[in-house]
């Protein structure tokens, strides 16, 4: 069965950064399309990024377009996030997300996810 697992959230000073990892399991992630979504309280989950399978295209959301990167580990498992520069507003739960014909930064495409990890943006 198709699994992801988040990790690398925690409370980081404005400014700092960190790296999301989303391991996955149970199915083949070269052929999937991998996505980062973030969700703050009282908002609704929105697209960060996005690593499309069939070309390698990664795609960011103006808010932290400069600032993040995806990339897709050697071994193809695990898909990283790294955030550099975090602002207070970066402060949500963020989940990885697997979809294996669509790549898009619109939650609702993607039918498996993560449990998602909590990051913190606070001095």
């Known amino acids: 069965q198709v699994q992801l697992v988040e990790s690398g959230g925690g409370l980081v000073q404005p400014g700092g950064s960190l790296r999301l990892s989303c391991a996955a399991s149970?199915?083949?992630?070269?052929?999937?399309?991998i996505g980062w979504f973030r969700q703050a309280p009282g908002k609704e989950r929105e697209g960060v990024s996005y690593f499309s399978s069939t070309d390698g295209r990664t795609f960011y959301a103006d808010s932290v377009k400069g600032r993040f990167t995806i990339s897709r580990a050697n071994t193809k498992n695990t898909v990283y996030l790294q955030m550099t520069s975090l602002k207070s507003e970066d402060k949500a739960v963020y989940y990885c997300?697997?979809?294996?014909?669509?790549?898009?930064?619109?939650?609702?495409?993607?039918?498996?996810w993560g449990q998602g990890t909590q990051v913190t943006v606070s001095s």
């Open positions: 149970g199915f083949t992630p070269e052929y999937y399309n």
């Open positions: 997300a697997t979809e294996a014909s669509i790549a898009s930064l619109r939650p609702n495409v993607y039918p498996y």
